[in-house]
């Protein structure tokens, strides 16, 4: 099975950021902000809540990286935790609608 340079790259930033680097931190978020920002988006259906949706998400990522066991992971679980945000976001959001 040939493994992309992407996916590579972002199992090394999580090992070293679960170390305590926090470059690596910082690289493996502009490496998933991309992609994780698409997905709150169409989750959302707004820009401005799916980017306040993936920095709070961001939050929970970086404070449960070392909780990780398989860097091969955490796309999965990155996204499952924008998923969640971004279904929190979209129930509050109707909340304040119907009020």
Known sequence: MQRDSRRVL????????QTGDRAASGQLARLWQPALLRHALRLTGETELARDTLQ???IDIL????GLSDAAAFPAWA?????RKSAASVRGLQRRRQT
Request: hydrophobic share 50%; net charge neutral.
């Open 10 to 17: 972002g199992e090394y930033l999580v090992i070293a950021a």
């Open 63 to 66: 404070r449960g990286l070392g």
């Open 56 to 58: 709070d998400a961001w």
């Open 79 to 83: 996204y499952r935790i924008v998923t």
